[in-house]
């Protein structure tokens, strides 16, 4: 069985989503990756944070896009969390990239730019993985199949998923238009059929976000290549019931 555990915004359930603290944690329960999301501050710098906004997991409001780096590294991202993690900052990408390129984890960078077209982020996120030479440990995703594609024209070499949260119409269709070379989906909108078609197409099939034991170990059963999970350690455990 091949199925691949992503730590999804590293292990969120137990620490504050995309900070170093939720990542060590990730890595030291045994997960075999982790997932972040990226999107650009005002100085153009690639900043790990899932939403547009900064309200939710930080105490700053307002857009991440109308920030430079040096003050959104001023906030506190841990403390909407718990005490616990209060001064946890966000991080950069190139602090995220420096610190995987120290493990042996794969990683997938899901570029944020569905709703806000982010000039440039492929060739800016692309510039820092190859700088660090982690093309071999890395999946771009995206909601946005058009980035997907400019991507795909950025490098050829590096694994790029396309993301949905409903079962593609033409499944076919969307890999032709977007390039892409794998498929990451929710895990309500995945079926048989779809897996069928993504075997025929030899694409690898990940699916978000599952934490329940009931899912994970269909995940397991279906053989799929990758799960997003928020509790890392919950899907380790299940996975080693389901394989002895
Ligand atoms: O990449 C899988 C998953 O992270 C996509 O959804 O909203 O959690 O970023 P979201
Ligand atoms: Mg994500």
């Known amino acids: 069985m091949k199925t691949f555990i992503f730590a999804h915004r590293g292990a969120s359930r137990l620490a504050p989503e995309n900070t170093m603290a939720a990542f060590i944690l990730a890595q030291k ?102 700088h660090y030479k982690l093309e071999h440990r890395t999946i771009i995703s995206s909601f946005n199949p058009k980035s997907i594609r400019r991507f795909r024209r950025i490098s050829k070499e590096i694994e790029c998923a396309c993301l949905t949260s409903r079962r593609p119409k033409d499944l076919q ?6 390039k892409a070379n794998a498929l990451h989906i929710k895990y309500t909108a995945l079926t048989k059929g779809l897996l069928k078609e993504a075997d025929r197409l030899q694409l690898p099939v990940r699916t978000y976000t599952i934490n329940r034991p009931s899912r994970l170990m269909r995940s397991y059963k279906l053989n799929l290549d990758g799960i997003f999970t928020d509790v890392p350690h919950s899907a380790i455990e299940y996975k080693e019931l389901y394989l002895h």
């Open 29 to 130: 329960m045994g997960a075999d990756g982790v997932e972040t999301d990226v999107q650009l501050t005002k100085d153009h710098i690639p900043v790990l944070i899932h939403d547009e906004t900064l309200h939710r997991t930080t105490d700053g409001t307002g857009y991440v896009k109308d920030y430079t780096f040096e003050e959104l590294k001023r906030l506190d991202a841990g403390s909407w969390f718990s005490e616990k993690y209060k001064g946890e900052q966000l991080l950069s990408l190139e602090e995220f990239l420096q610190w995987i390129a120290s493990t042996n984890l794969v990683m997938n960078i899901e570029l944020k730019n569905n709703l806000i077209d982010y000039k440039d982020i492929e060739q800016k996120v692309f510039n820092l993985i190859t």
């Open 173 to 178: 269709q969307l890999i032709q238009d977007s």
